[in-house]
C-alpha cells in the first residue's frame, strides 16, 4: 500500500510558543505564517501575495526615506513661511496702528495749533480792546481831575483874596468889643468919674482907607468872575 504524503509537514516549533507574536504579524503587516508556509509548499496566490508585499517593501524601503524627507521639508516649509507672513503680517498690523496713530495724533495737533492761534488772537483783540478803553478812561480822568484841581484852586485862591480882603473888617470886630468891654469896666469901676476918653479906640477901617480896601474888592471879585 502506497502513502498519502499530502499529509506530511515540516514541524513548526515555534509558532505554538509565539501565537500572540504570529497574530501582530497578521494585523501589523498584513501577511501570516500561514501565508508563508502555503508559499513555501508552492502555493502561487500566496507566493504572489507575499511577492507583491515585498515588492512594496522594496519601494517603500528605498523612497520612504526620501519620500518622509521631503514630506518633512514640504510640513516645515509650509509651516517656516506661515509663520513668517503671519509675523509679517502682525508687525504689519502693529506698525499700521502705530502710523494711524501717528497721523492721528499729528491731525490732532495740527487742530489744536488752529484753535490755540485763533484763541491766542481773540484774546489779544480782547486785551488790546480793553487797554484801549482802559487807556481812554485814564485819559479822560486825567483830563478832567486836572480841571478838577485848577478850579479847585482857583477857589482856594479867590477864597483866600476874599480872607485877606476880610481882615481888617474881623480886626475891626474884635477891637470894637474889645472897646465895649473896655468902657464898661470904666463905667462900672468909677462910676460918674469915669474917663471914656482916656480908653484907646482901635479903627482898622477908617473911612479913607475903607474906601479904597472897598475899591480894590470890588475892582478884585470884577476880575475873578464873582
Given at each position: 500500500m502506497v502513502k498519502d504524503n499530502s499529509q506530511l509537514k515540516l514541524k513548526n516549533h515555534v509558532t505554538p510558543k509565539a501565537r500572540r507574536i504570529s497574530q501582530v504579524l497578521k494585523t501589523k503587516f498584513g501577511v501570516s505564517l500561514d501565508d508563508f508556509t502555503n508559499a513555501m509548499m508552492g502555493d502561487v496566490s500566496s507566493a504572489q501575495k507575499i511577492g507583491e508585499l515585498a515588492?512594496?517593501?522594496?519601494l517603500s524601503a528605498e523612497f520612504a526615506p526620501k519620500l518622509a524627507e521631503a514630506y518633512h521639508q514640504i510640513i516645515?516649509?509650509?509651516?517656516?513661511?506661515?509663520?513668517?507672513?503671519?509675523?509679517?503680517?502682525?508687525?504689519?498690523?502693529?506698525?499700521?496702528?502705530?502710523?494711524?496713530?501717528?497721523?492721528?495724533n499729528a491731525t490732532l495737533a495740527n487742530a489744536q495749533y488752529g484753535h490755540k492761534r485763533s484763541e491766542l488772537a481773540a484774546e489779544?483783540?480782547?486785551?488790546?480792546?480793553?487797554e484801549n478803553q482802559?487807556?481812554?478812561?485814564?485819559m479822560n480822568y486825567t483830563q478832567i481831575k486836572g480841571y478838577i484841581d485848577a478850579y479847585l484852586v482857583g477857589v482856594d485862591n479867590q477864597a483866600n483874596l476874599i480872607d485877606q480882603t476880610n481882615r481888617p473888617g474881623i480886626k475891626q470886630l474884635s477891637a470894637d468889643e474889645a472897646y465895649k468891654t473896655k468902657v464898661v469896666?470904666?463905667?462900672?469901676n468909677r462910676g460918674d468919674d469915669a474917663r471914656f476918653?482916656?480908653?484907646?479906640?482901635?479903627?482898622?477901617?477908617?473911612n479913607?482907607?475903607?474906601?479904597?480896601?472897598?475899591e480894590q474888592f470890588i475892582s478884585l471879585k470884577s476880575a475873578l468872575g464873582f
Open positions: 515588492r512594496q517593501g522594496r516645515n516649509g509650509t509651516t517656516a513661511q506661515n509663520k513668517a507672513i503671519s509675523e509679517v503680517l502682525i508687525n504689519a498690523g502693529k506698525s499700521a496702528i502705530e502710523i494711524d496713530k501717528a497721523v492721528m489779544f483783540v480782547n486785551a488790546r480792546n480793553t482802559r487807556h481812554n478812561y485814564q469896666n470904666e463905667a462900672l476918653d482916656l480908653i484907646t479906640q482901635k479903627n482898622y477901617q477908617p479913607t482907607v475903607r474906601g479904597v480896601l472897598a
